[in-house]
């Protein structure tokens, strides 16, 4: 059974940096992607970044280049989210989501979110 | 960009009654393999989301079986065939062709009457 833990509530100032883990249990880490997701109060999900420990790769959504960074640390199992410059608009729940590959017909494969942490809230407040 | 609408917006449903939400994208969602990459998700009040069903049509373990959904291209469907009390919450689409820029639908909020 998979399981993943978020790091706790954060309250930051505008232009700091914040820093959420994600530890994961029961999971094949090295096999898994990792996703980070954000929602914004009484707003829809918004994908914002991932990683795949195994080839040690990392994808941004564009509006975050530059500003996110994903890390993981293989022996701790655990992944890591540091957004950069924060502003207010940067409130939101932050939720760490697996990706579980299922091979399709054929040579390809589909990574789908199949489990999701608590999320974390980030209040970005002067 | 792939942009996704969702329709209705709320719907309320009686126990026992079947129930239908609709998702469009702007753009198709049929992978040249054939499998169409568009998944749902149902956010109940005050929890993270969770996976419904992948690749349009496949539910992920664990999901109930009144849990359906279908379609191909640009327009799906997700339909629960009894709504149970538990099924409240939001639900949403998502895109995940243009992997891994996963884009969600805007959301449908299901309440029981």
């Known amino acids: 059974q998979v399981h993943l833990v978020q790091s706790g509530t954060e309250m930051k100032k505008p232009g700091s940096s914040v820093k959420v883990s994600c530890k994961a249990s029961g999971a094949a880490f090295s096999t898994s992607t990792f996703n980070w997701v954000r929602q914004a109060p009484g707003q829809g999900p918004e994908w914002i970044g991932r990683i795949i420990p195994f080839l040690g790769s990392t994808d941004y959504a564009q509006e975050f280049e530059g500003r996110l960074t994903v890390t993981a640390d293989d022996s701790a199992s655990t992944v890591y989210m540091e957004l950069n410059s924060l502003r207010s608009e940067d409130t939101a729940i932050y939720y760490c989501?697996?990706?579980?590959?299922?091979?399709?017909?054929?040579?390809?494969?589909?990574?789908?979110?199949?489990?999701w942490g608590k999320g974390t809230t980030v209040t970005v407040s002067s | 960009d792939f942009v996704m609408t969702q329709s209705p917006v709320s719907l309320a449903v009686t126990p026992g009654e079947p129930a239908s939400i609709s998702c469009r994208s702007s753009q198709s969602l049929l992978h040249s393999n054939g499998y169409n990459y568009v998944d749902w998700y149902l956010q109940k009040p005050g929890q993270s989301p969770q996976l419904l069903i992948y690749?349009?049509?496949y539910r992920a373990p664990g999901v109930p079986n009144r849990f359906s959904g279908s379609g191909s291209g640009t327009d799906f469907t997700l339909k629960i065939s009894r709504v149970e009390a538990e099924d409240v919450g939001v639900y949403y689409c998502?895109?995940?062709?243009?992997?891994?820029?996963?884009?969600f639908g805007p959301g449908t909020k299901v309440d029981i009457k």
């Open positions: 998502m895109q995940g062709l243009r992997d891994p820029r996963f884009t």
């Open positions: 989501a697996r990706g579980k590959r299922e091979q399709l017909v054929g040579n390809f494969f589909y990574y789908y979110m199949d489990v």
């Open positions: 690749l349009a049509s």
